[in-house]
């Protein structure tokens, strides 16, 4: 790991706008053992947020710190499988999470692939997975399928990170229904807080019907450009409005974001030096210093 990626000062953070100091989120003690899994849905109904880009890099950074992660792509568009180099319109529909979800006889692990990082795992979706949302209308217990089917390989995973399509549409609601967790990207942009406001009724509804235990863990400030002012006054607006619930790390805007998704690897191996890598490095210390992982 480099060391000047991991604690690089330049990092954007909330404290950074409030005047504060920022705090200083130690690198976490090594597991002796592994699992059960906590289970993380990064979710937000608008398209464009972020919420792929910190699947990947947020899950790279928690392996680089020694905790096993599996990475779902759970979007029929199968940008998370894209991202991390594989070309999944050419997976068969057996070799993808739709077979998974919808076949109860499917050994999981034969589906799971390796990625590039060591301890990173990834569960592919394509266009096939879209099918499964219409079959799963007229199944009993619709949203409870993907937590039952991860469940037989919890054990052996540190984190489990779910990335959700833009919709609340079944799909969408079986990631909720099978996490302990919600990560929102949200965009340093006025519209991105309407939405928001809009989801969080959703979250709710999910709490009273489906899953009584999700939190939310945290608001994840994407797409922040500090040298302007647009981007300075929606993050304190962020920050008015749930100032316990707003992660200190900010991601900021960087070309190097779409150069990892056509090189196909995350931005903590493409370009490890870089502001992005270590504000994800930072994110990672700070989601196991809040509990979201052990």
Known sequence: ??????????????????????????????LITHGPA???????????????????????????????VLLVDFDPQGALSVGLGVNAHELRQEETVYQVLMDSHADIEKVILKTSIPGMDLLPANKDLAGAEVTLVNEMAREFFLKRRLASVSDYYDVILIDCQPTLGLLTLNALTAAHGVIVPLQCEFFALRGFAQLQENLERVRMSLNPTLELVGILATMYDKKTLHS??????????????????VIAQTVRFPETTVAGEPITT???????????RRLAREFIAIGGSK
Do not use: C
């Open 1 to 30: 790991m480099n060391v000047k990626s991991t604690f690089d000062d330049d990092v954007a953070t909330t404290s950074t706008l409030l005047k504060r100091t920022p705090k200083s989120w130690p690198i976490p003690n090594s």
């Open 38 to 68: 906590h289970i993380i849905a990064v979710v937000n109904q608008k398209g464009g947020v972020g919420k792929t880009t910190t699947t990947i890099n947020l899950g790279a950074s928690l392996a680089e710190l020694g905790r096993r």
């Open 232 to 249: 300075r006054e929606v993050l304190a607006r962020i920050l008015e409005a749930f100032p316990d619930k707003v992660f200190e790390t």
């Open 270 to 280: 493409y370009a490890n030096s870089s502001g992005g890598a270590a504000s994800y």
